[in-house]
């Protein structure tokens, strides 16, 4: 458990570094080099269309247990999609930049995404990944402290994300564009050399174990894609999950780069400035959101969200210092708290299910609403010229659709350890690959 733990947390850590570095600014960075909202919209659609192209080669690659491929690929995506943006003044660069976005996301967040799972899963089951030996009774506390965990997991993204983002500012306020690209090659091929060790790859390959199955796998849980149904209502919630994930990771980015009057050295300032605040949240929420009643948390956090909506509609640099700043505090702590919460009931559910198929839907249907949904956001922006004005217009559009969130129903309670794992005939079949 340990060693998946640290395993998860060192790439996940590595990877919040490097996004920092660069990724994080790829939105400025459109928008420096003159592209318009139509522009941006249309990088986010083509950048889902190669999330969906490199999802399949990712799967089969876990299948097939590849890990060392799966971690080297994450990577190199990452260094070649610095490497186009770098260099990306042409309008087919920038179509490259854009799949290539989307192979990095697909390779770093489906992986990330399955260590997470595999970290969170009953103490029974890692114990049958590692050994043949039945488990012993004991309280399985790993299964409801997904809260907890992820409280940790966002800390450490919060932390390095920011630190990426202090030295991205300054070397992209230099036009110290070569140094940023040494530094990304070299933290690259150390993170290669250091996760494609046998010690490494045997620990990421746990998951191929523990993916297998769900504590309560549904019988709706083997259908394929297009059909697949729970109660819990995840099919529209994916798909619209991706669309707010690059609203606040893009749009909302590209308003507070105009708040902070188009320099990039105010705009890390302000990104890091959220740094110890949110890392605070962090520190105060992952300990008691496990043993709050989720359902009131999870309402809440999503009406919430909602209203952070309209807050961004209503901000522009014309506003006073003293009503921007406090407010853009208010909305990083109920995007936070947002996030944290709808986390927890995501990575709860997938325990419900195949952990492993249900992590691919979220992957599949979020990115095809992507698609779909930021290539009609391109067609429309053509009859928008002022982008602070079409930002304010969409985020208020959209605050009502936020509440759709409030569709993801509550999980069950989970079972307890001894209905998950029964005998030696189980222990077996979750030590199969999957196939």
């Known amino acids: ?57 990712w799967e089969k690659l876990y299948k097939q247990q590849n890990w060392r491929l799966i971690i080297g690929t994450s990577f190199i995506a990452e260094l070649l999609l610095v490497i186009a943006l770098v260099f990306s003044d042409n309008y087919w660069l920038l179509i490259l930049s854009a799949l290539l976005n989307g192979a990095y996301n697909c390779f770093y967040w489906a992986t990330q995404r399955v260590l997470f799972s595999t970290m969170t899963a009953p103490a029974s089951a890692l114990t049958l990944a590692t050994t043949t030996q039945t488990p012993e009774k004991t309280p399985d506390l790993t299964a409801t402290q997904t809260g907890r965990q992820f409280g940790n997991f966002q800390i450490l993204v919060v932390v390095l994300l920011k630190l990426g983002i202090i030295i991205g500012a300054f070397l992209l306020e230099k036009e110290a564009l070569g140094l940023l690209l040494m530094a990304s090659t070299l933290i690259t091929f150390s993170a290669i050399m250091w996760f494609c060790r046998p010690v490494k790859t045997r620990s990421f390959a746990v998951s191929n174990s523990i993916m297998l199955t769900g504590a309560n796998s549904s019988p709706a849980s083997n259908t394929p894609l297009f059909r697949f149904k729970d109660k819990k209502n995840s099919v529209v919630v994916f798909y619209l999950d991706g669309v707010f994930l690059f609203l606040e990771s893009y749009f909302w980015v590209i308003s507070l780069f105009l708040i902070a009057r188009q320099s990039i050295k105010e705009l890390g300032i302000i990104i890091v400035l959220l740094t110890v605040f949110l890392s605070l949240i962090f520190y105060l929420l992952k300990n008691r959101i496990d043993s709050l009643d989720s359902n009131t948390v999870y309402i809440s956090a999503v009406i919430l969200y909602a209203a952070s909506w309209v807050l961004r509609s209503v901000l522009n640099p014309e506003l006073p210092d003293a009503l921007i700043y406090p407010a853009i505090l208010l909305i990083a702590f109920l995007t936070t708290f947002f996030r944290l919460s709808f986390n927890k009931r995501f990575f709860d559910h997938a325990k419900e299910h195949n952990p ?52 993801y129903t509550n999980p069950t309670e989970p079972a307890p350890v001894t209905a998950l794992v029964s005998n030696n005939a189980t222990a077996s079949r979750l030590k199969t690959s999957i196939t």
């Open 1 to 57: 458990m340990k060693t998946v733990s640290a395993s998860f947390f060192q790439f996940a850590g590595v990877h919040s570094f490097l996004i920092g570095m660069l990724p994080f600014f790829i939105p400025v960075l459109l928008l420096q080099r003159g592209e318009s909202m139509q522009g941006i919209a249309l990088f986010i659609g083509i950048t889902g269309l190669g999330f969906l192209f490199s999802l399949k080669i």
């Open 356 to 407: 492993l198929q249900y992590l691919l839907i979220k992957s599949y249907l979020s990115q095809i609403g992507i698609v779909i949904f930021y290539s009609g956001v391109a067609l429309l922006a053509s009859y928008f010229s002022d982008m602070q004005a079409s930002l304010s217009t969409l985020y208020l559009l959209l605050t009502p659709v936020a509440l759709i969130y409030l569709a």
